[in-house]
């Protein structure tokens, strides 16, 4: 599994046990949204379970969730499949920290009149 | 300094109740799970009936380590008889490391009648705590100074 | 001093193989005390016992040291050989020198070594034995069932066929339980009232049996042989020895809007009522919630129209007390309340039933006479759903459901969906499983019918949401398979609702004393080996008061308690185990100590009168073991400043000339 | 106050109430009161004393004086009541029997250190804010600071309040105190184990086996003592072995824990002058750290840490782990 490094850190962000599932769907068929979303709240888990995580990040599925939180409510076995959606979303824009600014490249683009604020908030943005 | 008995072994007692630990000390020897003969097994019905007086009186003939095995917590076959132990060991296992009597020397530990495995690697570790910390004179000079 | 034989086993080459078996009978022969010491290939064999015996007779010995396996294993073989030539078998100790030593240690000179500790240690034990005579205690021959249901009328009859008294305490007015409610039976769907109400009719024809219906125990005392159990008879407001179960006070009561709980409030009764048409006793009951009479002192009608004059508004409780040799825990289940999860609308629905009340709807003598009609309007519905493990299988932390599998929802699931796609071909049937979990005689037979021969509807998937809407139910649920989310506009949704113990199980634990889980269902002494006795002894455990299970499971498990409380009834006396706590009255303070640790409540106080040194006498409060009740724990013994409690068979000297041996 | 006693004991006397009372009767020196029953009023005037040096706790009598005819009198300082309460959880005195005045006590001075100021003759001893003021024979007068002559246990005073009375002398009751009585045993623990065992050597191997302590503890109330018995396997009359000797404070302490007040008796009456208080203390101190406060004879009780249990208490190896216990 070569995901397993990202797959650690999801479980680890999302702080849920994936292994508690018993593969009921009550929260695919509790989810408002699923019929617009690609992948459904149970894949996420079993997914992230299984390190398949690659298709998870590049799906539009994870902005589809209203984070509505029904499946956490509804689950039997409290594994929360919110959690895990939610923990891909943050893995992803992590990611995306990585290929957009590091601290090296500032001081060349700074202009006369950036203002400081603008760079605080950029490194909080983008950094990790 | 005292001089160092170059024959010693450790001698050990250990308090095993009937119903798990003893079945665990059965199944480690029909396992042949090897622990070193220095462990004498006492048979008692329940951990709950090992008297502080029976440690006391171990250490003091001699004994250099005393060890109380019982079932886990919540398994008792008398339902709360290793409940009462595990507060009365505490409690006189503190006495003696307040005394000064080295710490180690006592230990609880919860074997059930299907961990002959444990039983084992329970005593083999004993065994080799004890050995190092060597002879046990302190109980039984503890009311005689040494000056 | 005794005179002690010491015997060393061979063990075949087990022992004799690490141990040198001559050198520690030979060492052991020079104890003090011992006056015989010998080897022997295989003590446990015929010809080995005959040694140990012939050796008691001809050296007269007053005890006896075994060296050989562990005394889990031969004890009481050598015990029995003992006392088959006169010696106490308690006078026999085991030295385990298999197990402890040659099992586990190589070398031949440390493990004889070792052999010979541990053999001085037994006979320094024997030395302080005394001989021990096991208490005995009468048996009163006759049992309490508690709980009327199917597994209390099958394990009142067995006992009662087997010829002894059997009380059955049921604390609904008539006896039948769960079962009575139960339409068809799977997998065979033969009908419910057709095998169970012979069986009420048997147990309240059976001579030796006594039901005690709309009753409930008040208070146990004693233990195993020799309960006193005070059983309150609630008020029925009926004489049940004047009423001939007629019904013409039902007809005639005016208070007509009460809730009927045979038919889980799906219809209304009168306020005098008989549960159903073949109740046991088959005897009215006012329900003094509704009763005008009782409320407000005006009405009468019933006393009016009874023509045995039955009817007495001044009926209190009454309290009988009794005594039993065994207790038969069959208290039974009940469904979860379902209006807890929200997402299924049961509260909101008056077409969203639990599996119970579809039992109710489908059945010939239910609310609608046997044709399936929605609650609200009471139409034909064309669409049902069925979900599945509501409540069953959830998380251990959960508020609202169960973590245990109910295990016989599969099965009734599709037993439902099979009888309503039987007996309306027009009804789209919908099944929401996790998994469908038939394992049993005859049981995926029935399932793979349910799908294949009645086309019911089997979805993968589990139910998200609920929604009435226009007379109809909207529900949400997803397709694991086919990944896909489903829309069904339902007539009716039926919850199979995760079972638990019913609600007084948990006070009657209390009162016997014995254990249950943390759901609480009733602990079994062993979940393997004696799965139908409760640890307290004396206490049995018939149906779902121990765990989710089925009629035939419940009905085998009932039985086999029966087998078992008859195995205790027949004995005349009940022979305990004598290594017993004994006080010491000369040395107690009675300061209650040992009464407050002992687990079994087997300790109590007596003021005695004791001479005193000065020649006057004073009143002393002294401890007193009830020897039947005490299992030997030893708890006492330890909590007693003074020592006046011991232990018979590990007294406080023994174990103390066990150490000193052991560290000589 | 002694002379209110005595009068409120007249009276209750006098009304029938009582036929005797228990308190404290003059020794042959002004030091050395000691328990004792009263039965007239003659008897009163003669011998009852209450002053600085009543430090006796006189519950423990009201065993053997309860099992008597009659009701008696006693009059008991804060610390003898939570021993008298403790007593009665086990049902080893009858309450209906005793007629309780409660007493104040603001500490009880120990004629040791009196002495060990180079007084001695002492004629009387009066109590005032803070200090006690000593007459002696020759005709010197001491004011002595109270905090440097008290009795250990009085030092280290747990509470005030009389926990179990009919009335109060004064009418007033007191309260439990703030102490720093675990400091010593916190101290001990602090030490490397080898220092512990020097100092415990020390103190223990000065035992002279006397059974003072023993027999002044108001929990060792046993009809007859282990050490006693021949039946409890160590029994040892005639010193067969040194077990009794090495082991015997260890099992008193464990056979008083739970029950034991702290009323510092042990201590109190040692000819040796052996600190056995602090053996007392290290179980309070664990119990309350272990298994929560507990106040033996605060309250009615039915058990103690040492007959109670909780499916999650601490393992026995805890106490390598915990911290306080020296390396």
């Given at each position: 599994m070569e995901n397993n490094n990202l797959r650690e850190q999801i479980l680890f962000t999302a702080n849920a046990d994936p292994k508690k599932c018993m593969k009921c769907g009550k929260c695919s068929g509790a989810c408002p949204n699923y019929d617009e979303m690609e992948y459904h709240p149970h894949q996420f888990v079993s997914m992230v379970q299984n390190g398949d995580i690659e298709p998870l990040l590049k799906s539009e599925s994870l902005y589809l969730c209203l984070t509505c939180m029904v499946c956490v409510e509804r689950c039997p076995r409290n594994v929360q499949p919110a959690r895990f959606i939610e923990a891909v979303r943050l893995a992803k824009i992590r990611q995306q920290g990585e290929n957009r600014l590091t601290p090296q490249q500032i001081p060349a683009k700074i202009e006369e009149d950036t203002p400081q604020q603008l760079l605080v908030s950029a490194f909080r943005k983008y950094t990790k | 300094m005292q001089v160092k008995n170059e024959n010693w072994k450790p001698l050990i007692v250990a308090f095993c109740c009937n119903w798990c630990s003893y079945a665990g000390a059965d199944l480690a020897g029909t396992n042949r799970l090897n622990y070193p003969a220095d462990v004498k097994i006492i048979r008692v019905p329940c951990s709950c009936r090992v008297n502080p007086m029976f440690i006391l009186r171990a250490f003091q003939r001699g004994a250099d380590g005393v060890i109380v095995c019982g079932c886990h917590p919540g398994d008792c076959h008398y339902t709360s008889g290793n409940y009462y132990a595990r507060r009365r060991m505490t409690l006189l296992f503190s006495m003696l490391d307040y005394l000064g009597i080295e710490k180690g020397r006592t230990r609880v530990e919860w074997v059930s009648a299907a961990e002959g495995q444990k039983f084992a690697e329970t005593m083999n570790s004993f065994v080799e705590t004890i050995t190092s910390l060597g002879e046990n004179k302190r109980l039984e000079d503890l009311r005689c100074k040494t000056e | 001093m005794q005179r002690i034989g010491v015997f060393v086993c061979w063990c075949g080459s087990n022992i004799a193989g690490t141990v040198d078996v001559k050198k520690v009978a030979e060492t052991l022969g020079h104890e003090p005390g011992v006056v015989f010491s010998t080897d022997y290939q295989y003590m446990c064999s015929q010809s080995g016992q005959d040694l140990v015996k012939d050796s008691i007779r001809t050296y007269n010995l007053t005890g006896v040291v075994i060296c050989s396996c562990s005394p889990r294993m031969h004890e009481n073989t050598f015990r029995k050989a003992a006392a088959s030539v006169g010696l106490n078998p308690y006078m026999v100790e085991i030295a385990n020198i298999r197990e402890q030593v040659s099992w586990i240690h190589k070398d031949m000179e440390t493990a004889t070594e070792k052999a010979i500790i541990l053999g001085r240690a037994a006979i320094a034990k024997v030395h302080l034995n005394a001989p021990l005579i096991a208490g005995e205690t009468p048996v009163t021959k006759r049992a309490l069932v508690i709980g009327g249901g199917i597994a209390g009328i099958q394990t009142a009859l067995d006992i009662a066929e087997a010829g002894f008294e059997v009380d059955i305490v049921e604390k609904s007015p008539t006896i039948g339980g769960k079962m009575a409610q139960i339409d068809k039976t799977f997998p065979t769907l033969d009908c419910a009232a057709c095998i169970l109400t012979p069986k009420m009719v048997e147990a309240s024809q059976q001579e030796n049996i006594n039901i005690y219906a709309f009753s409930e125990v008040d208070e146990v005392k004693g233990f195993v042989g020799n309960f006193t159990v005070k059983i309150r008879r609630k008020a029925r407001y009926v004489k049940e020895e004047l009423c001939t179960g007629c019904g013409l006070c039902t007809e005639k009561c005016p208070q007509k809007k009460v809730p009927d709980e045979f038919n889980l409030g799906l219809s209304n009764r009168r306020a005098i009522y008989?549960?159903?048409?073949?109740?046991?006793?088959?005897?009215?009951?006012?329900?003094?919630?509704?009763?005008?009479?009782?409320?407000?002192?005006?009405?009468?009608?019933?006393?009016?129209?009874?023509?045995?004059?039955?009817?007495?508004?001044?009926?209190?409780?009454?309290?009988?007390?009794?005594?039993?040799?065994?207790?038969?825990?069959?208290?039974?289940?009940?469904?979860?309340?379902?209006?807890?999860?929200?997402?299924?609308?049961?509260?909101?629905?008056?077409?969203?039933?639990?599996?119970?009340?579809?039992?109710?709807?489908?059945?010939?003598?239910?609310?609608?006479?046997?044709?399936?009609?929605?609650?609200?309007?009471?139409?034909?519905?064309?669409?049902?759903?069925?979900?599945?493990?509501?409540?069953?299988?959830?998380?251990?932390?959960?508020?609202?459901?169960?973590?245990?599998?109910?295990?016989?929802?599969?099965?009734?699931?599709?037993?439902?969906?099979?009888?309503?796609?039987?007996?309306?071909?027009?009804?789209?049937?919908?099944?929401?499983?996790?998994?469908?979990?038939?394992?049993?005689?005859?049981?995926?037979?029935?399932?793979?019918?349910?799908?294949?021969?009645?086309?019911?509807?089997?979805?993968?998937?589990?139910?998200?949401?609920?929604?009435?809407?226009?007379?109809?139910?909207?529900?949400?649920?997803?397709?694991?398979?086919?990944n896909r989310q489903l829309h069904i506009d339902a007539d009716m949704v039926v919850l199979a609702a995760a079972i638990e113990p019913d609600k007084s199980a948990r006070p009657l634990a209390t009162m016997l004393t014995a254990s249950m889980d943390t759901n609480d269902f009733f602990t079994e002494a062993h979940p393997k080996l004696r799965p139908v006795e409760s640890p307290t002894a004396g206490v049995f455990l018939s149906g779902m008061c121990q765990g989710p299970k089925d009629i035939p499971e419940t009905v085998s498990q009932a039985s086999a308690c029966a087998a078992k409380v008859i195995g205790l009834l027949v004995k005349d006396k009940l022979v305990g185990n004598p290594c017993v706590a004994h006080s010491d009255e000369m040395m107690c303070n009675g300061c209650s100590q040992c009464q407050n640790v002992c687990p079994y409540g087997a300790i109590t106080y007596t003021e005695k009168e004791f001479r005193m040194p000065d020649r006057t006498t004073a009143v002393r409060r002294v401890a007193q073991v009830n020897p039947a009740v005490c299992q030997g724990c030893g708890a006492c013994t330890v909590t007693c400043p003074s020592g006046a409690m011991d232990l018979f068979g590990f007294s406080n000297n023994q174990i103390m000339a066990e150490v000193d041996a052991i560290c000589k | 106050m002694q002379d209110r006693m005595i009068a409120r004991a007249k009276e209750l006397l006098a009304d029938g109430t009582v036929d005797r009372v228990m308190g404290w009767k003059k020794g042959e020196f002004l030091y050395d009161a000691t328990p004792a029953v009263f039965y007239s009023a003659e008897e009163l005037d003669a011998g009852f004393v209450m002053n600085a040096f009543t430090a006796a706790n006189v519950s423990k009598y009201l065993i053997k004086e309860t099992k008597k005819e009659g009701k008696i009198l006693a009059f008991l300082k804060p610390c003898d009541s939570f021993s008298f309460r403790q007593l009665m959880n086990e049902?080893?005195?009858?309450?209906?029997?005793?007629?309780?005045?409660?007493?104040?006590?603001?500490?009880?001075?120990?004629?040791?250190?009196?002495?060990?100021?180079?007084?001695?003759?002492?004629?009387?001893?009066?109590?005032?804010?803070?200090?006690?003021?000593?007459?002696?024979?020759?005709?010197?007068?001491?004011?002595?600071?109270?905090?440097?002559?008290?009795?250990?246990?009085?030092?280290?005073?747990?509470?005030?309040?009389?926990?179990?009375?009919?009335?109060?002398?004064?009418?007033?009751n007191g309260a439990a105190v703030t102490n720093s009585r675990f400091d010593e045993v916190a101290k001990l623990e602090a030490m490397t184990p080898d220092e512990r065992f020097a100092f415990w050597q020390n103190e223990l191997s000065r035992c002279i086996r006397c059974n003072a302590c023993r027999n002044v503890c108001p929990a060792c109330t046993c009809e007859k003592c282990v050490f006693d018995n021949p039946k409890s396997g160590l029994e040892n009359k005639a010193a067969a072995t040194s077990f009794e000797e090495n082991m015997f404070h260890i099992i008193r302490a464990f056979h008083v824990a739970g029950r034991c007040t702290d009323c510092g008796e042990c201590s109190r009456v040692c000819p040796q002058h052996i600190p056995l208080h602090l053996l007392n203390r290290k179980f309070i101190k664990d119990m309350n750290e272990l298994y929560g406060d507990f106040q033996a004879g605060e309250a009615e009780q039915q058990r103690h840490p040492v007959t109670s249990y909780r499916t999650d208490d601490a393992e026995p190896g805890v106490i390598y782990t915990r911290g306080g216990t020296g390396k």
């Open positions: - | - | 008989i549960p159903f048409a073949q109740a046991v006793p088959k005897v009215a009951t006012i329900d003094p919630n509704y009763c005008t009479m009782l409320k407000t002192g005006k009405c009468g009608v019933c006393s009016k129209v009874c023509g045995v004059k039955a009817i007495d508004y001044t009926q209190k409780d009454e309290i009988v007390e009794r005594k039993y040799g065994a207790i038969v825990v069959a208290t039974g289940f009940e469904p979860i309340k379902v209006d807890k999860f929200e997402e299924f609308a049961y509260a909101q629905s008056p077409d969203v039933v639990t599996s119970l009340e579809y039992e109710r709807l489908m059945n010939a003598a239910g609310p609608t006479g046997g044709t399936l009609l929605r609650p609200s309007d009471k139409t034909h519905p064309h669409t049902i759903v069925f979900v599945q493990c509501v409540g069953s299988r959830c998380d251990e932390k959960s508020e609202k459901g169960k973590p245990y599998c109910s295990k016989v929802c599969c099965m009734y699931t599709a037993k439902h969906a099979m009888l309503t796609r039987e007996k309306y071909p027009d009804t789209e049937v919908y099944v929401f499983y996790i998994d469908v979990r038939t394992p049993g005689k005859n049981f995926d037979e029935f399932y793979r019918r349910a799908v294949e021969h009645y086309g019911v509807h089997y979805v993968k998937g589990m139910v998200g949401k609920v929604t009435p809407e226009n007379g109809k139910l909207k529900v949400q649920a997803s397709d694991l398979l086919d | 049902h080893r005195v009858d309450r209906d029997k005793v007629y309780i005045v409660g007493i104040p006590s603001w500490g009880k001075a120990d004629m040791e250190k009196i002495r060990q100021k180079g007084i001695t003759g002492i004629t009387s001893i009066e109590e005032r804010e803070g200090d006690f003021v000593v007459n002696t024979i020759l005709r010197e007068t001491h004011v002595i600071k109270k905090y440097d002559v008290y009795l250990e246990k009085c030092k280290n005073c747990k509470s005030k309040e009389i926990v179990v009375y009919d009335e109060l002398l004064d009418g007033e």
